[in-house]
């Protein structure tokens, strides 16, 4: 409980430019996703004749994804509350990003760009982006159910969806 609550003070002024910060980590994703997929591709070695096809693919991406991540309002939220209707939205967003990044790269890239990694692309940022958000909402969950040992202890009854409801806002708010 201790760490936990120092943690919260180191990222208490974080949550002013929270906005800016899950920009900034998206960006990172996507550049991550970009190199990784080429990496993959070239089995962990980039020859010389395609950096130039990485820096055109890894500057769509980043351009791309950015505004179509913007415009679905993916940059907004709290990513401890990530929900699976977020991460359908994130799926569709990230299928919609790199099908306008690819079409792009199509007609802009420079000769001879392999297209297998439009595929790796795609499903490492999906992965990375709907994993980041899910570990999120792990850490809140499980440091609120530490700090929760010593509550009372309550029984829900025979509810169905209710009691799953009733469930979720136990634990978001158990005052």
Do not use: M
């Amino acid at each position: 409980p201790g760490t936990l609550l120092n943690a919260r003070r180191l990222l208490k002024p974080l949550i002013r430019f929270r906005r800016l910060f899950i920009r900034c980590i998206q960006l990172a994703i996507f550049l991550f996703a970009g190199l990784s997929a080429f990496l993959l591709r070239f089995d962990f070695g980039l020859p010389k004749g395609y950096r130039p096809h990485l820096l055109v693919g890894l500057c769509a991406w980043a351009l791309v994804k950015s505004l179509v991540f913007h415009f679905a309002g993916l940059d907004r939220g709290w990513w401890r509350y990530a929900s699976l209707p977020d991460l359908i939205r994130l799926a569709v967003a990230n299928l919609v990003a790199s099908a306008i990044a690819c079409t792009g790269l199509l007609f802009f890239a420079p000769n001879g760009f392999p297209r297998s990694i439009y595929v790796l692309d795609f499903l490492l940022c999906l992965l990375l982006t709907g994993g980041v958000r899910i570990a999120v909402r792990i850490v809140f969950e499980f440091s609120r159910a530490q700090n929760d040992v010593a509550g009372k202890r309550t029984l829900i009854y025979g509810a169905g969806d209710a009691g799953i409801t009733l469930l979720r806002e136990i634990y978001q708010n158990p005052a």
